[in-house]
C-alpha cells in the first residue's frame, strides 16, 4: 500500500499568520497533488505536481503557493492565511498507472485548518 | 474544462433498499472514472473505477457502468447496509500526461437506517 502522511494533522492558527502543510509518501510516486474540501463543494485542486521542481496550478490556487525540491516531499504554504482558508486539506497521489489518462488517486487522511 | 455533475444529496434510505446515486461528466477525450467514499472523519477511499467506455466497475456490492453515450457513471447497490453510510463523491481523470488530474463532484451524504 501507498503510505501518505500528512502533517500537521489539525492546526489553528490567525489570520495574517504563514502555514505549510506537508505531504510525505514513502513511494516513489511521481505525482502529487493538493486538495481543499469543503462542505458543499466537494473536493477542489489546489495544486499538483509531475516530478520534483515540477508543479502547476489547480482550480483554487489563489494564495496558495507548492514546492516539491524531493520526490517524497510535497508542501503547501498559505503565504498569509485567510478565514477563507479554513478547511480541511488532502494530500494524494497518483497510482495505478497505466496510460496518460488513467491511474487512480490514493489519498491521505486530511489536515484540518482553522484560520481565526 | 472538466466536469462532474453528481445527485445532490441526502439520500435517506432503509437497510435493505436499492441505491442509485446519479453521475454525469463533462470531458474532453477518453477520461476514466472513479467512485471514492468518505466514512465519517476519515479520508477518501477508492470504491471503484472504470478506464473505458462499457466498462464496469464492482467493489463490495457496489456498481457503476462506464457510458460513453450518456456521458453517466451512475452508482447502484442492490441491498444498502448500516455502514454504507458515507458520503459518495463521482470523479473523472483526464487530461491526460502531466497534467492528468481528478476532477469530483460535489458529494452525496448517504444515511441508512436500520
Known amino acids: 500500500d501507498a503510505g501518505i502522511t500528512q502533517s500537521p494533522r489539525h492546526k489553528v492558527t490567525e489570520t495574517g499568520t504563514p502555514v505549510t502543510l506537508r505531504c510525505h509518501q514513502t513511494?516513489?510516486?511521481?505525482?502529487m497533488y493538493w486538495y481543499r474540501q469543503d462542505p458543499g463543494h466537494g473536493l477542489r485542486l489546489i495544486h499538483y505536481?509531475?516530478?520534483?521542481?515540477?508543479?502547476d496550478k489547480g482550480e483554487v490556487s489563489d494564495g496558495y503557493s507548492v514546492s516539491r525540491s524531493k520526490t517524497e516531499d510535497f508542501l503547501l504554504t498559505l503565504e498569509s492565511a485567510t478565514s477563507s482558508q479554513t478547511s480541511v486539506y488532502f494530500c494524494?497521489?497518483?497510482?495505478?498507472?497505466?496510460?496518460?489518462?488513467?491511474?487512480?488517486?490514493?489519498f491521505g487522511e486530511g489536515s484540518r485548518l482553522t484560520v481565526l | 474544462g472538466d466536469s462532474v455533475t453528481q445527485m445532490e444529496g441526502p439520500v435517506t434510505l432503509s437497510e435493505e433498499a436499492f441505491l442509485t446515486i446519479n453521475c454525469t461528466y463533462t470531458?474532453?477525450?477518453?477520461?476514466?472514472l472513479f467512485w471514492y467514499v468518505q466514512y465519517p472523519g476519515e479520508g477518501l477511499q477508492l470504491l471503484l473505477k472504470?478506464?473505458?467506455?462499457?466498462d464496469k466497475g464492482s467493489n463490495k456490492g457496489f456498481e457503476a457502468t462506464y457510458r460513453k453515450e450518456t456521458t453517466s457513471f451512475h452508482l447502484e447497490k442492490g441491498s444498502v447496509q448500516v455502514s454504507d453510510s458515507a458520503v459518495y463523491f463521482c470523479?473523472?481523470?483526464?487530461?491526460?500526461?502531466?497534467?492528468?488530474?481528478?476532477?469530483f463532484g460535489k458529494g452525496t451524504l448517504l444515511t441508512v437506517n436500520p
Open positions: 470523479a473523472l481523470g483526464g487530461s491526460g500526461g502531466s497534467n492528468y488530474k481528478l476532477t
Open positions: 470531458a474532453t477525450g477518453y477520461p476514466s
Open positions: 472504470a478506464t473505458k467506455a462499457d
Open positions: 513511494e516513489n510516486h511521481r505525482y
Open positions: 494524494a497521489i497518483r497510482t495505478g498507472l497505466a496510460g496518460p489518462n488513467t491511474g487512480e488517486l490514493f
Open positions: 505536481s509531475y516530478g520534483v521542481k515540477d508543479t
